[in-house]
């Protein structure tokens, strides 16, 4: 088994940077949804589950820890880190809320003439990162602006057989992966606690639920009128009322992931 795909998503909810290298640690890969848009009134998160217009924006994490946002038709714009105790903002997403440092109102006022809506971009320094939910992983595990969990594992035979349900391909950036593995059976990841990537060990922590976000392509942001993959997944990904597919991660120190690396099961 390899490693055959990485993918950092400098904001969240917006489009994917594909890479070839990344550091990792405690808070998944080096850059992965440190940003963040939020509802200018209330700090309420922002996805594509309701705002599908966040996955026509292109975000670069530059190597200082900055963005560059781009969208087509507008002027690109770099956006600086900002002090990580100044200008601090309340957000929520999901259950959390904490109080994290606003980028400014360059920033805001590009992403709100894009989505027609008043919004706030903000940035999670380390020091602010999220615990992982309620009985999973350790005290030292962190998250910025994921859903919960640090980093996200695909198998690449398991969106295989879910094409071939289907009855057409799905692209893999429906899931908004970080790792992608290849070699492996269809869902033997399910059955995975512990693997080790490289010298990096990794712990399996719990299945991924998935949401309508699936069913948006993500090179158009059009919604698939028969609801698919999620339609079929429902026949066979479905336990307690929560679709399945794909498995929640957390890292074990600090290091760097290669496409390609060998995969070796530990647990």
Known sequence: MILSALYRYPVKSVQAQSLQASAVGSMGLEGDRRWMVVEADNGRFLTQRAWPG????HADYLADGSLLLAAAGRASLQVAVPPADEAL???TIWRDTLRVPDAGDEAA???SELLG????????PAPR????????????DRAAFPDGFPLLLIGQASLDELS?????PMQMLRFRPNLV???AEAFAEDQWKRIRIGAMTLRVLKPSVRCI???????TGERSPDREPLTTLKTFREKEGDVLFGQNLAVDGEGELQVGMAVEVLE
């Open 54 to 57: 966040l996955g026509l924006i």
């Open 89 to 91: 903002r309340g957000v």
């Open 109 to 111: 006022a590009w992403l």
């Open 117 to 124: 809506k008043p919004v706030r971009l903000v940035h999670c």
């Open 129 to 140: 990162a999220r615990y992982l939910p309620s009985g999973y992983g350790l005290a030292s």
């Open 164 to 168: 071939r349900r289907v009855g057409r």
């Open 181 to 183: 593995v290849e070699g």
């Open 213 to 219: 976000l699936t069913t948006l392509d993500p090179a």
